[in-house]
């Protein structure tokens, strides 16, 4: 399980890794950077779906979408100076708590 969640963090960092190579690519009309974030979003699919194996859908989901937010947040601020408002912040506070709260309840067992 340990292996499954370290195959998702590398799919997250190929994932943020396109979206910032997609920015260079400008709309898709500079031709290495468009192939590279193809590539890279590719790749990100691939291991993904070798996750879904080990790892539950609705968990494997939400913690990609989530770190992918926040790593894609991270390198916006740094990489191209862009802001993030107050809105954004709490926007942001609450996605993390709702992966948490899906990641426990996963582990919590059946339901419903």
């Known amino acids: ?8 963090a590398l799919a997250i960092a190929l994932e943020v890794l396109a979206d910032v190579v997609l920015e260079y690519s ?12 193809l590539v ?4 990100s699919i691939v291991l993904f779906s070798r996750v879904l194996l080990t790892i539950n859908l609705s968990v494997a989901y939400a913690t990609w979408s989530v770190a992918g937010i ?3 947040t991270a390198a916006s601020l740094f990489i191209f100076h862009d802001k993030v408002t107050v809105a954004g912040a709490f926007g942001i ?3 993390v708590v709702g992966v ?6 996963a582990s919590a067992g059946p339901s419903l």
């Open 1 to 8: 399980m340990v292996s499954s969640y370290l195959v998702l």
């Open 26 to 37: 400008r709309g898709f009309t500079v031709v290495v950077p468009s192939v590279l974030t």
């Open 100 to 105: 948490i709260l899906v990641n426990l309840n």
């Open 40 to 43: 890279l979003f590719v790749s």
């Open 93 to 95: 506070v609450f996605l």
């Open 70 to 72: 926040l790593a894609t």
